[in-house]
């Protein structure tokens, strides 16, 4: 058997406990959560996305999801927007004020995952997401190149 600290879930778990805590003190600077952040990143990409599409890209619930919008809502960041074509669907926007701090926190962003990144030569790191991808696919039922097409 493995050892403990030798397993996946350990070795990630580290990795993570490494890579976030400069990310989560920039989240905290700006009042917001990691859920948040990963919404709003989503609304930032794309523009508008679907409420549903959202849930999926950022691997929060559908549940969870009506909670972080109307936090991010309440502080002016986002708004929702219902389809006029089938009122089932809603699309997330940011607001003005959400798109601001984009540009101020993104920047931010980049630097943070610049300085991660360097930790790999190229190589490495391309290396490191075809692994990624390849353990994703080996585990879940729809490969990834089939998970990016759904929800570009």
């Not at 993570?16 to 709003?40: C, G, S």
């Not at 926190?105 to 790999?120: C, D, S």
Request: no cysteine; charged share 30%.
């Amino acid at each position: 058997m493995i050892a403990f600290e030798h397993s996946l879930p350990m070795r990630l778990y580290r990795l993570l406990d490494a890579v976030m805590p400069a990310y989560r003190a920039l989240f905290a600077e700006h009042d917001l959560t990691e859920p948040q952040w990963r919404l709003l990143r989503v609304v930032w990409e794309r523009e508008r996305v679907t409420a549903q599409d959202a849930a999926a890209a950022t691997l929060l619930s559908p549940q969870s999801l009506v909670g972080i919008v109307d936090r991010l809502s309440g502080k002016g960041l986002m708004t929702r927007l219902r389809s006029v074509d089938d009122r089932r669907v809603v699309y997330l926007l940011p607001t003005a004020e959400g798109r601001a701090l984009g540009e101020t926190v993104l920047p931010q962003v980049l630097t943070i995952h610049e300085k991660t990144r360097a930790t790999l030569d190229g190589a490495e790191w391309t290396v490191l997401n075809r692994l990624f991808d390849k353990i994703e696919d080996g585990l879940l039922e729809e490969p990834t190149d089939a998970r990016d097409k759904q929800s570009g």
